[in-house]
């Protein structure tokens, strides 16, 4: 029948749920994969696109068979609790494990479900290290899945997980434990640089159900005929008129979520009316519908009652489904008010019936919209009593307890919940977790000196990455410090804490000094007073000279300690090794052939992921590359096992500074770049990348980006006192002043370092160095100069086992005979010199060493031999990428008659792969810093065409970020190609 539109529903159209529109290919996709487990799939699309509609769809249609689904939900949490997802989800399908068949393993469940203490096996013995303590916890996991028959995990929102749940998602999506078939929710914009839930996207992606029974399905908006079939769905089936389903398509761009609360506020608005042509709007032009979300939600939470909004916040404060005791505990109403509020929320569609009795959100986005319209006072007010409410319960929450309290600003209870949820995450080995609460705890709780120690003793430091953290931690350690009134033993305590911490943030004249006061009085606590001597024997900063840092790692190792593991001796050794091996003691390497690359005990692998790192680099100090590879390769392995970031960010950078120097180049570009943006880098680490960086731009021939970064470098290392790590650019940043015949300065850049190597006897630091500081000593005259140090290097090395170092003294004689006119002499030794860079292997030095034999060749007349030498170089310096030294080639060759073809800019690439003048242009304004929004207007362009052009060009390049179009932009290659249409006074609007 056709209805008039006076006949009209007046103000309360009945609106129903939408029925499922459109996804049919997704639901079969979805359950093909299922129905052969072990099946994993990953939903991935925008906030209210219709993931958790299409999974519970799924999961409805399945409710006959006998299937068992775990149902997780991710929450937003501030500190989301250890595996809460799963603990959770697995207390909605029992209450009890009395009576299950669990193995002894199942002890370790024992923190996730301290209910079931009573029936739960004994708790496994201690096991140091949270690794092992977590897959005991993994593993104890599974089997109770197991046990609980559980064929389907669906986990919702996985954006929002903690680790140990992502953790545990890749241990079963490895599919050892049992096939279970796993379904994960994700938005993918919310995904922060997590990279475990990226490894987790990898694990379970892939484009259609695969062998392995991989989907991932990527949900996207409905078009406007599935608007209309959603719209009608809401009003009863009936027809929609076209214009209103393209109005509010437009309106909502299609997203399901929009486009069912602009129904409902239409409907509550009474906007809709019903003519002879189906539903359509009132007046299309009278009504906006509400772009975003947010209004909407606000709007219709207006048109509550008061009851229905007080429940309605009181839901949205708890940010978790509950059932109606809690909600309306919270609300502070009566029962009868409660309920009649509820039953409106519910009706309007606002919350939704989540069975079990709980309630939730509809969806989260109107959660948050609801919540943040609570004005702070009252927030504060309803956090206070949901933390009273839940505290209640058993067992409590104590990660949401933590937040309610921090929210409501009760601190004791606060930090009481949120000590207790940072030991419950260690105790199931979830480092980030706990991590993240007890920093926020010491930098935000206004603790007591004692709880400060006692907490900071607790802190999962190696799962800490980046100086920020570190640096919060500062004031709150100072302020204990001024509270401890003259109690020595705890000032020290505070102390080493203090100093560790500015150690860590790489302060460390301040860090030592905090040290050096703390250590006598640490005689209650030898162990620490250890670690405090070791930390001094560490050779940074230039203050000290190497005899006293010999002296404390004496020191410490003369030190008895009772209570030393074997961890914690196996950490020392480490340390004595590494230091010793800085100091170039040649001692070091015994004690480094005895730190294995692995261990059995779990206890140990982070002292041996810390060890191998230390090895890796001091290795790569001494030109003993395969052991600096292995090493290196070994502690990322472990890094990355066992998420050890701070270990893992500083591997992948020593790793990429090796591969510069063996000339591993393909792709270093772009993975330097990657590493310099990343957050999780400490700053010395940063330095080492850009040192990269630089050094490639430098062999690309783009001089003065390449000094200006290589000083940036310099500097900063030289600042933090890391003076091993600062020769190399010295040298560099030398090499190219001296490359440009500007003497003075090269002389100028190397002096105060090559004093304090012959001060501190470090030789084993002039790898680089040397050479420079010869070749600018013997440029200005002072061959006497040179030839001294070149007599004291040799002498420096004298017993020492370090290729590295050899080859630059190898180069220092070549350089010094080249000085003083012997060219024949110069010739072989830069040919020793070049082949003792090879074995190591450095191919970069080795053929600019070379290029030095030919060109003292050239001047010892033997010029047939030195140009096919010169044209065999400038071959391989092309091959390797050093294309700014290949072209110094090319031009030699020519000037002696001989035809070279200057290298290719660009020629690595296929043609097809060029950048067109636009792509180019966009390309050099990303390398000046501009945003796309600038470039844009720079260029009278739009933003999206920019965006265009920049992936286009990023594609061409095989780039990924945008970090490393601006590191390839300002190199050689780019300066140098030139834009074939650019004219003088032709702007780029007159293309
Ligand atoms: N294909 C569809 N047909 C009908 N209604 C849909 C469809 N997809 C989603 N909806 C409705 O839109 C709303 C939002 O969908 P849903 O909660 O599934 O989004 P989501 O993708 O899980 O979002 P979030 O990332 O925020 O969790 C729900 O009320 C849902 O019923
Ligand atoms: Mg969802």
Same mark, same amino acid.
Request: hydrophobic share 45%.
């Given at each position: 029948m056709a209805v008039s539109e006076q006949d009209g529903?007046?103000?309360?159209?009945?609106?129903?749920?939408?029925?499922? !529109?459109?996804r049919e290919r997704e639901m079969a996709e979805l359950a093909r994969a299922l129905d052969a487990p072990p099946a994993a799939v990953w939903i991935e699309g925008e906030a209210g696109i219709g993931k958790s509609r299409l999974l519970r769809e799924y999961l409805a249609r399945t409710a006959g068979r006998a299937d068992r689904v775990l149902l997780a939900r991710c929450p937003p949490l501030h500190h989301p609790q250890t595996l809460g997802p799963l603990v959770d989800a697995v207390r909605q399908v029992t209450e009890t494990v009395a009576g299950l068949p669990l193995s002894p393993l199942a002890g370790a469940l024992r923190p996730l479900f301290p209910e079931w203490a009573a029936d739960l096996p004994a708790a496994p013995g201690p096991a140091e290290d949270p690794t092992a303590v977590r897959h005991r916890v993994f593993r104890a996991l599974a089997e109770l899945l197991a046990r609980l028959d559980v064929d389907v995990l669906a986990v919702e929102d !996985?954006?929002?997980?903690?680790e140990a749940t992502l953790e545990f998602l890749l241990f079963l999506a490895s599919g050892v434990p049992q096939p279970v078939g796993l379904v994960v929710t994700c938005r993918p914009e919310d995904v922060a640089g997590g990279s475990l839930l990226r490894r987790l996207a990898a694990r379970l992606a892939a484009d259609s159900v695969s062998a392995a029974g991989r989907l991932r399905l990527a949900l996207l908006p409905l078009d406007v005929a599935g608007t209309a079939r959603l719209v009608s769905s809401m009003l009863a089936g009936e027809h929609v008129s076209d214009g209103f389903a393209g109005f509010v398509h437009r309106r909502t761009e299609g997203v399901p979520l929009a486009i069912e609360g602009a129904v409902r506020l239409m409907a509550d608005r009474s906007d809709l009316s019903h003519g002879a042509g189906g539903w359509g709007r009132r007046r299309l032009d009278e009504i906006g519908v509400p772009a975003t979300v947010r209004d909407m939600v606000l709007e219709r939470l207006g048109r509550l009652g008061p009851d229905g909004r007080a429940m309605l916040r009181a839901a949205a404060v708890l940010g978790r489904p509950a059932d109606e005791t809690i909600i309306r505990a919270v609300a502070g109403l009566a029962p009868g008010r409660a309920q009649a509020g509820l039953i409106e929320a519910l009706d309007r569609g606002l919350l939704d019936d989540e069975g079990w009795g709980q309630v939730a959100f509809r969806h989260v986005l109107a959660r948050q919209a609801v919540y943040d319209a609570i004005p702070p006072p009252r927030r504060r007010m309803l956090h206070r009593r949901a933390g009273r409410t839940l505290e209640a319960l058993a067992p409590p929450p104590v990660g949401e307890l933590a937040d309610h309290f921090r929210v409501a600003g009760e601190r004791s209870e606060w930090c009481r919940y949120a000590e207790w949820a940072a030991d419950l995450a260690l105790a199931s080995g979830d480092e980030t977790t706990a991590g993240t609460l007890l920093h926020d705890l010491v930098v935000n709780g206004g603790l007591p000196p004692a709880s400060t120690v006692r907490l900071i003793r607790k802190f999962p430091f190696a799962s800490f990455a980046g100086p920020a953290r570190f640096r919060e931690l500062v004031p709150p350690l100072r302020a204990a410090l001024a509270a401890t009134a003259g109690d020595a033993v705890q000032e020290a305590d505070i102390r080493v804490q203090l100093g560790n911490v500015l150690l860590f943030m790489g302060e460390d004249d301040a860090g030592r000094a905090e040290l050096k006061r703390a250590i006598p009085h640490l005689g209650h606590d030898p162990a620490e007073a250890a670690r405090a001597m070791m930390r001094l024997g560490w050779p940074r900063s230039s203050s000290w000279p190497v005899s006293a840092h010999l002296r404390w790692l004496e020191r410490a190792a003369e030190l008895e300690v009772p209570s030393m593991t074997a961890a914690d001796r196996l950490g020392f050794a480490a340390d004595q090794a590494t230091a010793r091996l800085m100091l170039g003691e040649t001692d070091g390497w015994a004690l480094e052939a005895g730190i294995p690359d692995d261990a059995d005990a779990p206890a140990e692998w982070q002292q041996i992921t810390r060890a191998n790192v230390n090895l890796g680099d001091m290795a790569m100090l001494w030109g003993r590359y395969a052991v600096a590879a292995r090493r290196l390769d070994t502690a990322l392995a472990l890094a990355d096992r066992r998420r050890y970031r701070r270990y893992e960010s500083v591997a992948l950078v020593t790793r990429t500074h090796l591969d510069w120097l063996t000339g591993a180049w393909d792709g270093l570009a772009e993975r330097a770049a990657a590493l310099a943006e990343s957050e999780d880098i400490l700053p010395l680490a940063r330095l080492e990348v850009l040192f990269v960086v630089g050094q490639q731009q430098a062999a690309a021939g783009a001089y003065g980006p390449a000094a200006e970064r290589l000083r940036l470098v310099l500097d900063g290392e030289v600042d933090s006192g890391a003076l091993a790590d600062s020769m190399e650019p010295a040298a560099a940043l030398a090499r190219l002043a001296l490359a440009a015949g500007r003497v003075d300065e090269a002389l100028d850049i190397t002096e105060e370092p090559a004093a304090l190597i012959a001060r501190k006897r470090t030789w084993v630091w002039a790898s680089d160095l040397g050479p420079v500081r010869v070749a600018a000593l013997a440029a200005a005259g002072r061959v006497e100069e040179a030839a001294k140090l070149t007599a004291a290097f040799a002498r420096g090395l004298r017993g020492r086992d370090a290729p590295g170092p050899r080859a630059g003294l190898a180069t220092c004689r070549a350089v010094l005979a080249d000085a003083r006119g012997e060219h024949a002499s110069a010739a072989r030794l830069f040919a020793r010199a070049a082949a003792a860079w090879q074995v190591l292997p450095r191919p970069y030095e080795a053929l600019l060493a070379q290029e030095r034999q030919a060109r003292c060749q050239i001047a010892a007349g033997q010029r047939e031999v030195a140009l096919s030498l010169l044209a065999e170089v400038r071959e391989r310096l092309i091959t390797l990428g050093a294309l700014g030294d290949a072209d110094r080639v090319v031009s030699c060759l020519r000037e002696y008659g001989v035809p070279a073809k200057r290298p290719q800019r660009g020629g690595r690439r296929a043609n097809g792969n060029r950048l067109s003048p636009r792509e180019l242009e966009v390309t050099r304004l990303v390398a000046t810093g501009r945003s796309n929004r600038q470039i844009a207007e720079t260029l009278f362009l739009s933003p999206k065409t920019v965006a265009q052009h920049l992936s286009s060009s990023m594609r061409k390049l095989g780039v990924s970020s945008r970090t490393a179009l601006a590191v390839l932009a300002t190199s050689a290659e780019f300066a140098q190609r030139d834009v074939p249409d650019r004219r003088p006074g032709g702007g780029a609007k007159n293309r």
């Amino acid at each position: 029948m056709a209805v008039s539109e006076q006949d009209g529903g007046s103000g309360s159209a009945a609106v129903h749920p939408p029925e499922l !529109v459109g996804r049919e290919r997704e639901m079969a996709e979805l359950a093909r994969a299922l129905d052969a487990p072990p099946a994993a799939v990953w939903i991935e699309g925008e906030a209210g696109i219709g993931k958790s509609r299409l999974l519970r769809e799924y999961l409805a249609r399945t409710a006959g068979r006998a299937d068992r689904v775990l149902l997780a939900r991710c929450p937003p949490l501030h500190h989301p609790q250890t595996l809460g997802p799963l603990v959770d989800a697995v207390r909605q399908v029992t209450e009890t494990v009395a009576g299950l068949p669990l193995s002894p393993l199942a002890g370790a469940l024992r923190p996730l479900f301290p209910e079931w203490a009573a029936d739960l096996p004994a708790a496994p013995g201690p096991a140091e290290d949270p690794t092992a303590v977590r897959h005991r916890v993994f593993r104890a996991l599974a089997e109770l899945l197991a046990r609980l028959d559980v064929d389907v995990l669906a986990v919702e929102d !996985v954006h929002w997980a903690d680790e140990a749940t992502l953790e545990f998602l890749l241990f079963l999506a490895s599919g050892v434990p049992q096939p279970v078939g796993l379904v994960v929710t994700c938005r993918p914009e919310d995904v922060a640089g997590g990279s475990l839930l990226r490894r987790l996207a990898a694990r379970l992606a892939a484009d259609s159900v695969s062998a392995a029974g991989r989907l991932r399905l990527a949900l996207l908006p409905l078009d406007v005929a599935g608007t209309a079939r959603l719209v009608s769905s809401m009003l009863a089936g009936e027809h929609v008129s076209d214009g209103f389903a393209g109005f509010v398509h437009r309106r909502t761009e299609g997203v399901p979520l929009a486009i069912e609360g602009a129904v409902r506020l239409m409907a509550d608005r009474s906007d809709l009316s019903h003519g002879a042509g189906g539903w359509g709007r009132r007046r299309l032009d009278e009504i906006g519908v509400p772009a975003t979300v947010r209004d909407m939600v606000l709007e219709r939470l207006g048109r509550l009652g008061p009851d229905g909004r007080a429940m309605l916040r009181a839901a949205a404060v708890l940010g978790r489904p509950a059932d109606e005791t809690i909600i309306r505990a919270v609300a502070g109403l009566a029962p009868g008010r409660a309920q009649a509020g509820l039953i409106e929320a519910l009706d309007r569609g606002l919350l939704d019936d989540e069975g079990w009795g709980q309630v939730a959100f509809r969806h989260v986005l109107a959660r948050q919209a609801v919540y943040d319209a609570i004005p702070p006072p009252r927030r504060r007010m309803l956090h206070r009593r949901a933390g009273r409410t839940l505290e209640a319960l058993a067992p409590p929450p104590v990660g949401e307890l933590a937040d309610h309290f921090r929210v409501a600003g009760e601190r004791s209870e606060w930090c009481r919940y949120a000590e207790w949820a940072a030991d419950l995450a260690l105790a199931s080995g979830d480092e980030t977790t706990a991590g993240t609460l007890l920093h926020d705890l010491v930098v935000n709780g206004g603790l007591p000196p004692a709880s400060t120690v006692r907490l900071i003793r607790k802190f999962p430091f190696a799962s800490f990455a980046g100086p920020a953290r570190f640096r919060e931690l500062v004031p709150p350690l100072r302020a204990a410090l001024a509270a401890t009134a003259g109690d020595a033993v705890q000032e020290a305590d505070i102390r080493v804490q203090l100093g560790n911490v500015l150690l860590f943030m790489g302060e460390d004249d301040a860090g030592r000094a905090e040290l050096k006061r703390a250590i006598p009085h640490l005689g209650h606590d030898p162990a620490e007073a250890a670690r405090a001597m070791m930390r001094l024997g560490w050779p940074r900063s230039s203050s000290w000279p190497v005899s006293a840092h010999l002296r404390w790692l004496e020191r410490a190792a003369e030190l008895e300690v009772p209570s030393m593991t074997a961890a914690d001796r196996l950490g020392f050794a480490a340390d004595q090794a590494t230091a010793r091996l800085m100091l170039g003691e040649t001692d070091g390497w015994a004690l480094e052939a005895g730190i294995p690359d692995d261990a059995d005990a779990p206890a140990e692998w982070q002292q041996i992921t810390r060890a191998n790192v230390n090895l890796g680099d001091m290795a790569m100090l001494w030109g003993r590359y395969a052991v600096a590879a292995r090493r290196l390769d070994t502690a990322l392995a472990l890094a990355d096992r066992r998420r050890y970031r701070r270990y893992e960010s500083v591997a992948l950078v020593t790793r990429t500074h090796l591969d510069w120097l063996t000339g591993a180049w393909d792709g270093l570009a772009e993975r330097a770049a990657a590493l310099a943006e990343s957050e999780d880098i400490l700053p010395l680490a940063r330095l080492e990348v850009l040192f990269v960086v630089g050094q490639q731009q430098a062999a690309a021939g783009a001089y003065g980006p390449a000094a200006e970064r290589l000083r940036l470098v310099l500097d900063g290392e030289v600042d933090s006192g890391a003076l091993a790590d600062s020769m190399e650019p010295a040298a560099a940043l030398a090499r190219l002043a001296l490359a440009a015949g500007r003497v003075d300065e090269a002389l100028d850049i190397t002096e105060e370092p090559a004093a304090l190597i012959a001060r501190k006897r470090t030789w084993v630091w002039a790898s680089d160095l040397g050479p420079v500081r010869v070749a600018a000593l013997a440029a200005a005259g002072r061959v006497e100069e040179a030839a001294k140090l070149t007599a004291a290097f040799a002498r420096g090395l004298r017993g020492r086992d370090a290729p590295g170092p050899r080859a630059g003294l190898a180069t220092c004689r070549a350089v010094l005979a080249d000085a003083r006119g012997e060219h024949a002499s110069a010739a072989r030794l830069f040919a020793r010199a070049a082949a003792a860079w090879q074995v190591l292997p450095r191919p970069y030095e080795a053929l600019l060493a070379q290029e030095r034999q030919a060109r003292c060749q050239i001047a010892a007349g033997q010029r047939e031999v030195a140009l096919s030498l010169l044209a065999e170089v400038r071959e391989r310096l092309i091959t390797l990428g050093a294309l700014g030294d290949a072209d110094r080639v090319v031009s030699c060759l020519r000037e002696y008659g001989v035809p070279a073809k200057r290298p290719q800019r660009g020629g690595r690439r296929a043609n097809g792969n060029r950048l067109s003048p636009r792509e180019l242009e966009v390309t050099r304004l990303v390398a000046t810093g501009r945003s796309n929004r600038q470039i844009a207007e720079t260029l009278f362009l739009s933003p999206k065409t920019v965006a265009q052009h920049l992936s286009s060009s990023m594609r061409k390049l095989g780039v990924s970020s945008r970090t490393a179009l601006a590191v390839l932009a300002t190199s050689a290659e780019f300066a140098q190609r030139d834009v074939p249409d650019r004219r003088p006074g032709g702007g780029a609007k007159n293309r």
